[in-house]
């Protein structure tokens, strides 16, 4: 499901970083999002520019994962997340 496609965030989302993790709210659905520090940097490389791969190279160059299947897991189900809340495209 995820692709090579470059990833952008929605509109109407409102954020702020408080002690390295990232709250947002949605004005659209009225939901409130709380991401841990992982979660906060992979929101911060979303620019329009990166595809899901990348991102994920980039977090991997930053982080340590002796089991990358796992790590991939983890990653890819985020990304489902943040598709199926809107919050991507």
Request: some cysteine; hydrophobic content about 35%; overall charge positive.
């Amino acid at each position: 499901m995820l692709t090579d496609n470059k990833v952008f965030k929605r509109e109407k989302l409102t954020n702020e970083i408080i002690e390295g993790k990232l709250f947002m709210f949605n004005k659209q659905t009225t939901n409130y999002y709380k991401f841990n520090e992982i979660g906060t940097i992979i929101w911060l490389l979303i620019n329009g520019k990166r595809d899901i791969k990348k991102i994920k190279n980039k977090i991997k160059e930053e982080y340590s994962c002796p089991d990358e299947k796992f790590f991939d897991k983890k990653i890819n189900k985020f990304f489902q997340i943040l598709i199926r809340e809107g919050l991507i495209k």
